[in-house]
């Protein structure tokens, strides 16, 4: 089993900050790539930040400058340290993690956090 556990959501006011976090634990043999979504009210989940093993990161042209996501190898954590936060920001957020598994033959799994409700009031 692979379990995504998600903290650091909650309220801010316009132009504030928060932080997320990710860890990825269970029978893992590999973290390949990192990622968050979000899903705003009636909207479609959308690609927020993503980062490589390699470290190369890429982010939705709304969030370049304002969020920086960073991950963890000892503790496959991922992080999501977003700034100048907009009301238009607010949604829930999902930890998104590509892995090998030990316990399905090294198989390429994706795995998604249940979610973190990020409101920003203005």
């Known amino acids: 089993q692979v379990q995504l556990v998600e903290s650091g959501g909650g309220l801010v006011q316009a132009g504030g900050s928060l932080r997320l976090s990710c860890t990825a634990s269970?029978?893992?043999?590999?973290?390949?790539?990192m990622a968050w979504y979000r899903q705003a009210p009636g909207k479609s989940r959308e690609l927020v930040a993503t980062i490589a093993s390699g470290d190369s990161t890429d982010y939705a042209d709304s969030v370049k400058g304002r969020f920086t996501i960073s991950r963890n190898y000892a503790n496959n954590t991922v992080f999501l340290q977003m700034n100048s936060l907009r009301p238009e920001d607010t949604a829930v957020y999902y930890c998104?993690?590509?892995?090998?598994?030990?316990?399905?033959?090294?198989?390429?799994?994706?795995?998604w956090g249940k979610g973190s409700l990020v409101t920003v009031s203005s």
């Open positions: 998104y993690v590509n892995l090998l598994t030990i316990s399905d033959g090294l198989a390429t799994r994706d795995y």
């Open positions: 269970g029978s893992i043999f590999r973290v390949k790539t």
